[in-house]
């Protein structure tokens, strides 16, 4: 049985799903999750900062705001050996794709051929490409498209009542016209947001109906457990219930069947039965690797550990991806997976 795929979801229909009893709401959605997925795989995506700080936009969650005192050192665009060192090492580390992130507003016209180069050195090492640079033209996404990036990375972040409250040097809209833009081009979309924010429930609501309702579900949903800061207007927000964070992810994988939802961010800070209780609730991609893109992540090798202890494996890389086919049989993490 395939689940209904819906674009006209209603803010009363979301809270009916969001107010039931926690059991029911698991059930529910974890019932959906086993008639998309494979309930025991996980998507492994590693990430990198490929430019760093001293960005023009204001976010208030964001440690690379040029707007804020974070103490992060501003670094230049990485060169393309370099990063792809970087790609190289997540690749034998068992990732399937390789998630480049850049502090900018958009990409410049002098930076854009090397993030070019990034993705197609990237792709020939037989993973995924992701990439999120910030806002970018038709022109853009047409030559990323044209080197063979997979998957953009653009949050919407939150609802769009809260967007304003959150961030004021861009407009909820013209996120959406960049997330058109990657769909038209044939990229595969990524897109989600940040709880614990401050936002109300009215706002995840809110979050969650825009993602639901675009005219094709991103095929990627990271939801994020906001990282505090120190020096970010937000440093000292207070922490989301951890149920609701769950429930959060349970109603993403009811409304958006088909979609991989990542438990992003925010992981270290999660204790394992709560990263458990995720998987069930139908997360089904993790960030792999020791390192976000500014702030940390746990190691590699107390996720494999927890992989093992769950009987979870790394999901095989999808067909469509690089000229070389991924590892099935080496790598850490399938070693671990294969140990348990
Ligand atoms: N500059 C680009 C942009 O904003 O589109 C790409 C990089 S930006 C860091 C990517 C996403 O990371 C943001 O949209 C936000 O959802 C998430 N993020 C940033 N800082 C975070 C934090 N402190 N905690 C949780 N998520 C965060
Ligand atoms: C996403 O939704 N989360 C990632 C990725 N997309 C680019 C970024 C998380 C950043 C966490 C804070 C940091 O490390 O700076
Ligand atoms: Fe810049 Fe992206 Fe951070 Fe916003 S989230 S300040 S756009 S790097």
Same mark, same amino acid.
């Given at each position: 049985?395939?689940?209904?795929?819906?674009?006209?979801?209603?803010?009363?229909?979301?809270?009916?799903?969001f107010i039931q009893p926690f059991n029911d709401l698991l059930f529910q959605a974890h019932s959906i999750h086993r008639q998309c997925f494979d309930p025991n795989a996980v998507q492994v995506s590693t990430l990198l900062s490929i430019k760093t700080g001293a960005c023009p936009e204001d976010c208030k969650y964001c440690s690379q705001s040029g707007h804020y005192n974070t103490g992060l050192d501003k670094e230049k665009l990485?060169?393309?050996?370099?990063?792809?060192?970087e790609a190289q090492r997540a690749h034998e580390n068992?990732?399937?794709?390789?998630?480049? @992130?850049?502090?900018?507003?958009?990409?410049? /016209?002098?930076? $854009?051929?090397?993030? &070019?180069?990034?993705?197609?050195?990237?792709?020939?090492?037989?993973?995924?490409?992701?990439?999120?640079?910030?806002?970018?033209?038709?022109?853009?996404?047409?030559?990323?498209a044209e080197a063979?990036?997979?998957y953009y990375n653009h949050n919407i972040d939150t609802s769009r009542e809260y967007y304003s409250k959150i961030i004021t040097t861009r407009d909820f809209d013209e996120r959406l016209d960049t997330l058109a833009h990657v769909r038209d081009a044939g990229i595969k979309v990524c897109s989600g947001g940040i709880? @614990?924010?401050?936002?109300?429930?009215?706002? /995840?609501?809110? $979050?969650?109906?825009? &993602?639901?309702?675009?005219?094709?579900?991103?095929?990627?949903?990271?939801?994020?457990?906001?990282v505090k800061i120190k020096g970010t207007p937000l440093e000292n927000v207070e922490d989301i219930d951890p149920f609701d964070f769950v429930r959060m992810v349970a109603v993403a994988r009811i409304l958006m069947p088909?979609?991989?939802?990542?438990?992003?961010?925010?992981?270290?800070?999660?204790?394992?039965?709560?990263?458990?209780?995720?998987?069930?609730?139908?997360?089904?991609?993790?960030?792999?690797?020791?390192?976000?893109?500014?702030?940390?992540?746990?190691?590699?090798?107390?996720?494999?550990? &927890?992989f093992a202890r769950l009987g979870i494996h790394p999901e095989p890389l999808s067909e469509n991806a690089g000229e070389t086919p991924a590892p099935q049989s080496s790598g850490a993490f399938y070693d671990a997976a294969a140990a348990h």
């Open positions: 049985m395939s689940p209904v795929i819906r674009h006209d979801w209603q803010n009363h229909e979301i809270e009916a799903l990485m060169e393309v050996q370099k990063v792809l060192a068992g990732a399937t794709r390789f998630c480049m @992130g850049a502090a900018w507003k958009h990409p410049s /016209r002098k930076d $854009f051929p090397y993030v &070019l180069e990034m993705v197609k050195g990237v792709k020939a090492m037989g993973m995924e490409t992701c990439m999120t640079l910030g806002q970018l033209s038709e022109e853009q996404t047409a030559a990323l063979g990036l997979d709880v @614990g924010m401050g936002e109300t429930d009215k706002d /995840r609501i809110g $979050f969650l109906r825009e &993602l639901a309702n675009l005219p094709q579900h991103p095929e990627s949903v990271p939801i994020n457990n906001l088909h979609s991989h939802v990542r438990l992003s961010a925010g992981r270290e800070q999660m204790n394992e039965q709560m990263q458990a209780l995720c998987f069930f609730a139908g997360a089904n991609s993790i960030f792999y690797g020791d390192r976000l893109l500014t702030t940390s992540n746990p190691d590699e090798s107390d996720d494999m550990k &927890l």
